[in-house]
């Protein structure tokens, strides 16, 4: 005999057929998905599993051990992520968001949850394996420095930096800096972890300071749940600047920024590519290939 595989009885949901503008901030997204704006109201979906994601990691040839923290919440199909400072979130806090709609944890007073919820409710709409524009990009199978290496050389595909252009990096990724090194590109580095990356190079907490005069920036993802996203929103469509972000942190929400600020996104869903050696999957997306809005 042989077995049967199970006929599932989810329907997952349906985003409207006309989309809201993209909008300017977080402030505004989280108003336009708690207004329904795309598709069923986030009070229509509710969180089955809360958890988090705590690490430590040091990764072969890297001098320096590295924590990460993520709020992960499951509703149907899908799951939202955002990675947080150590401290920021509690486990109570994680795990009261079980069996709770997604509209009650969009006003959640943490922002890490909040993210997350919102992450997993763009997640449930469009998820990145459906998206029309969403390029897969496969990791190959290997060790952590191996599959960070691969992801860095994706991202800098997003974002094409040419030798002797300067690059500033929001959330210091050491196998970006070498490759940065390697082609010949100028770079300034910010991150709220002040240690020194394995190149040596001085790290700057103010990132007003080091966007100034990029021809380039990279962001990590865990800008929106820090405050520095919308700053770089700004930056970006005041001066033309282009910005890609790397981003396992709201992977889902990002890309609604496309063409308003954002240019290209390399969006990692969870479980995140540190969590085995097999091969796995993040998603480019480029504002190029948005389609052309009518009017």
């Not at 459906?130 to 960070?148: C, F, H, V, W």
């Amino acid at each position: 005999m042989t077995a049967s595989t199970p006929t599932s009885q989810y329907t997952p949901p349906k985003p409207h057929a006309v989309q809201p503008p993209a909008p300017n901030t977080t402030t505004e997204l989280l108003q336009q998905a708690r207004a329904g704006l795309y598709g069923p109201p986030p009070s229509t979906m509710i969180v089955t599993y809360a958890f988090t994601t705590r690490s430590k990691s040091r990764h072969v040839g890297w001098p320096n051990t590295y924590a990460n923290y993520a709020v992960s919440l499951r509703v149907g199909r899908s799951v939202g992520s955002c990675l947080f400072e150590p401290g920021t979130v509690s486990q109570d806090e994680v795990e009261e968001c079980c069996t709770r709609t997604l509209d009650e944890l969009l006003d959640h007073p943490t922002r890490p949850v909040q993210i997350a919820a919102l992450d997993a409710y763009f997640a449930e709409l469009f998820p990145h394996h459906e998206s029309a524009i969403a390029r897969p990009y496969q990791l190959p199978e290997g060790n952590t420095t191996d599959k960070l290496g691969a992801r860095a050389a994706g991202v800098m595909s997003l974002l094409n930096p040419q030798p002797g252009q300067q690059v500033a990096m929001i959330g210091v990724i050491g196998t970006m800096i070498a490759w940065l090194r390697e082609h010949g590109v100028r770079y300034k580095l910010c991150d709220l972890d002040p240690q020194p990356p394995m190149s040596g190079d001085v790290v700057s907490q103010d990132m007003n300071e080091v966007i100034q005069g990029a021809d380039g920036i990279l962001s990590t993802g865990m800008t929106i749940a820090n405050g520095g996203f919308d700053t770089l929103l700004e930056h970006c469509r005041t001066t033309g600047t282009p910005l890609v972000v790397y981003t396992q942190s709201g992977s889902h929400c990002i890309p609604r920024f496309l063409g308003n600020g954002v240019t290209g996104v390399s969006a990692e869903p969870y479980p995140f590519f540190w969590a085995h050696g097999m091969p796995s999957t993040v998603f480019h997306y480029r504002a190029s290939d948005l389609p052309a809005r009518t009017a």
